[in-house]
T-cell receptor
Framework: LAKTTQPISMDSYEGQEVNITCSHNNIATNDYITWYQQFPSQGPRFIIQGYKTKVTNEVASLFIPADRKSSTLSLPRVSLSDTAVYYCLVGFLSGGYQKVTFGIGTKLQVIP | AAGVIQSPRHLIKEKRETATLKCYPIPRHDTVYWYQQGPGQDPQFLISFYEKMQSDKGSIPDRFSAQQFSDYHSELNMSSLELGDSALYFC??????????????FGPGTRLTVT
């Protein structure tokens, strides 16, 4: 099981770009990298997923270097509503079924 | 769009009692996951089902059991409740895709309080 390491917390001012890096040195060939966002007392919400290089959607970008041992979630121009916990997950196929484990997420605090 | 439905949203039980949490996945989703999230903690995977069969098991206590029914809804049964079982319980669903992780859609959670 690939273990992930993220910063425990980050602060950012409104309007800035925020980059959260996740380390996953033991990532396997078939693993995908997925990021979730969670607000207090709510279920996690899918943000973005990637396998390699760069993925972009309407809310974020995900940068994955060639060795895939880390990934960086980029949130452009954050607002106060982006204050949340962000989880980096590395999933794999175990016995033919999906298995995803949440690690310690990054608590992002956006400051006015 | 339809989302994952969980019931009840709040539940208060006493120690040693039993509780049943229900989850209704998004239509056409074939996989259901259960997570437990204690206060200030990260979600812990409990168990998952694919096409009504248990597909993976995480840190689910022996006092807990779960199943997925023919209509794909799932129930988490918890017996001999302990104070430490007080937590938010999330159900998530997904559709098995070519991508290995599969995007999971989480429900609003059931807040269980054991007194």
């Amino acid at each position: 099981l690939a273990k992930t390491t993220q910063p425990i917390s980050m602060d950012s001012y409104e309007g800035q770009e925020v980059n959260i890096t996740c380390s996953h040195n033991n990532i396997a060939t078939n693993d995908y990298i997925t990021w979730y966002q969670q607000f207090p007392s709510q279920g996690p919400r899918f943000i973005i997923q990637g396998y390699k290089t760069k993925v972009t959607n309407e809310v974020a970008s995900l940068f994955i270097p060639a060795d895939r041992k880390s990934s960086t979630l980029s949130l452009p121009r954050v607002s106060l509503s982006d204050t949340a916990v962000y989880y980096c997950l590395v999933g794999f196929l175990s016995g033919g079924y999906q298995k995803v484990t949440f690690g310690i997420g990054t608590k992002l605090q956006v400051i006015p | 769009a339809a989302g994952v439905i969980q019931s009840p949203r709040h539940l208060i039980k006493e120690k040693r009692e039993t509780a049943t949490l229900k989850c209704y996945p998004i239509p056409r989703h074939d996989t259901v996951y259960w997570y437990q999230q204690g206060p200030g903690q990260d979600p812990q995977f409990l168990i998952s089902f694919y096409e009504k069969m248990q597909s993976d098991k995480g840190s689910i206590p022996d006092r807990f059991s779960a199943q997925q029914f023919s209509d794909y809804h799932s129930e988490l049964n918890m017996s001999s409740l302990e104070l430490g079982d007080s937590a938010l319980y999330f159900c998530a669903s997904s559709r098995r895709t070519e991508q290995l992780t599969g995007e999971q859609y989480f429900g609003p959670g059931t807040r269980l309080t054991v007194t």
